[in-house]
């Protein structure tokens, strides 16, 4: 079972930057997609954001992110990165990091492991 930690979150203006941090304990062997979530502070319901393959570092992006964003992994450390420029109002949310066998497992929402997410305000 892995453990999930998220980090990096904070309050910005529009046009500013933040890096998140995604730390997971636990071997990560066998697990081949890591990828990050958000979803609006009183809500539930999640969005895809960003996700990065554990076998070739393949990248997906959705499009409302894509040139802003960018996911990397260090796998010797264990740590899913998010970087996010140029950051807007409508980036406001909770951001999750999750990890899943596959790929695929991302857009199912059918990842094995979750964090419980980090804030990120950004201010017009």
């Known amino acids: 079972q892995l453990h999930v930690v998220e980090s990096g979150g904070g309050s910005v203006q529009a046009g500013g930057s933040l890096t998140l941090s995604c730390i997971v304990t636990?071997?990560?062997?066998?697990?081949?997609?890591f990828g990050w979530y958000r979803r609006a502070p009183d809500r539930e319901e999640r969005f895809e954001v960003a996700c990065i393959s554990g076998r070739d570092s393949g990248t997906w992006y959705e499009d409302s992110v894509k040139g802003r964003f960018t996911i990397s992994r260090d796998s010797a450390e264990n740590t899913v990165y998010l970087q996010m420029n140029n950051l807007k109002p409508e980036d406001t949310g909770v951001y999750i990091c999750a990890v899943g066998g596959e790929f695929s497992d991302f857009f199912t929402f059918g990842m094995a492991s979750w964090g419980k997410g980090t804030l990120v305000n950004v201010s017009s």
């Open positions: 636990g071997s990560t062997r066998g697990y081949n997609a």
